[in-house]
């Protein structure tokens, strides 16, 4: 599918985003062996999230649509699990798969996890590694680099892991490990990154603790089902505070948003740039902080993001790049290797994709420099079959002089279903 999207109207009005994918996930993968029913409203209906979906009615648990964005996963308790059929399809998902892995390591039975032909270049040898350490076997291919991978799981045994590179989905996978091994299990990462899990597994009552760059989760004997509220995706919110930044005129608030503070490296970037946005009606809901997100456009400047900053906004980095065409001065991002790591090849693609309509835009072995501002030009860009990429091409398209004609742009619905109509509504 090829969307065009016209240059020139401001947004302005309200908006809501669809619910957290992070959390959307985590909700699924930790009900299907929580003891009774765990209720989830605010519900990602993407297919991300329909993959994991997927993937725990092929374990054995129920999930039951109720309408409303709400479903029920009935939960089959920690040793309820059972053996799946067939292959466990992730489609695109790299937070099922991690996540999964995981969880499949403390399981008495074989499993295999595969995934579209972009999951399946995707490196788990980040993965693989821990959960071999704890005892599981792990294969895959490429010398145990990519997927498909085969898990056969139990008889797990806790370990200290150092994270050599700092990854929520990794992290995640360990402690869900944990859960099922003998003794505690403590991941050390080297900078902070979202901590959704941590949160989730004490509100379930898991033995979990944390303290600054660490997270230890005991064996646990039973998790506690939940009714939970999912916020709106900082992460899909952020495309629409980056448009009425860029467009002049603009005007926006984005309610029930989740501001959790492992995921707010996008706004203290926006800041940084000179943006002209406010936190308003913070609240906590479902153990989550929400607040509404207001914001107008603003002139903008240059910027360099590096260090902890980087896994604290790593999915809006793209986006980064495209508000970094409107700004006055040279911004560089670095640091940001994990960004070849995604979809696709967030660095090559951004520079491609962006360098058809006129971007001052060059790689960095861990990032990328952007020239600003420079006016773009209308024309056809490929998304490649990346969500974000898609998201991050129609803002730009925002701010160009002609309209850009985006293919493939149906790939949006992995995380934002329904984001392009949206975007035209609040521009009329």
Known sequence: MSVAVAPGRPLRGEARVPGDKS????????????????????????????????????????????????????????????????????????????????????????????????????????????????????????????????????????????????????????????????????????RPTRDHTERMLAAMGAPVRSIPGAVTVAPAQGLDALALTVPGDL???????????AVPGSELLVQGVGVNLTRTGFLAILSAMGGHFRVENSRVEGGEPVADLWVESAPLTATEVSGDLVPLAIDELPLVAVLATQARGVTVVREASELRLKESDRVATLVAELGKLGAQIEALPDGYRVEGPTPLRGGTVECHADHRLAMCLAVAALCAVGPVTILGAECAADSFPGFFELLERLRS
């Open 23 to 190: 959390i959307t996930h985590r909700a699924l993968l930790l009900g299907s062996i929580a003891q009774g029913d765990t209720v989830v409203r605010g519900f990602l209906d993407s297919g991300d999230c329909r993959a994991s979906v997927e993937v725990v009615q092929a374990l054995g648990a129920q999930v039951v649509d109720e309408g409303e964005s709400t479903i029920r996963v009935r939960g089959s308790g920690m040793d309820g699990l059972r053996e799946p059929d067939n292959v466990l399809d992730c489609r695109g998902s790299g937070t099922t798969m991690r996540l999964l892995a995981g969880l499949l390591a403390g399981q008495p039975f074989t499993s295999v996890l595969t995934g579209n032909p972009a999951l399946r270049s995707r490196p788990m040898g980040r993965i693989i590694e821990p959960l071999r350490r704890m005892g599981a076997t792990v294969l895959g291919r490429d010398g145990d680099r990519l997927p498909p991978l085969a898990i056969r799981g139990g008889g797990l045994r806790g370990i200290d892991y150092d994270l050599p590179v700092a990854s929520a989905q990794v992290k995640s996978g360990i402690l869900l490990a944990g859960l099922f091994a003998s003794g505690e299990t403590t991941v050390r990462e080297p």
């Open 235 to 245: 992460s899909s919110a952020a495309f629409l505070l980056a448009a009425a930044t």
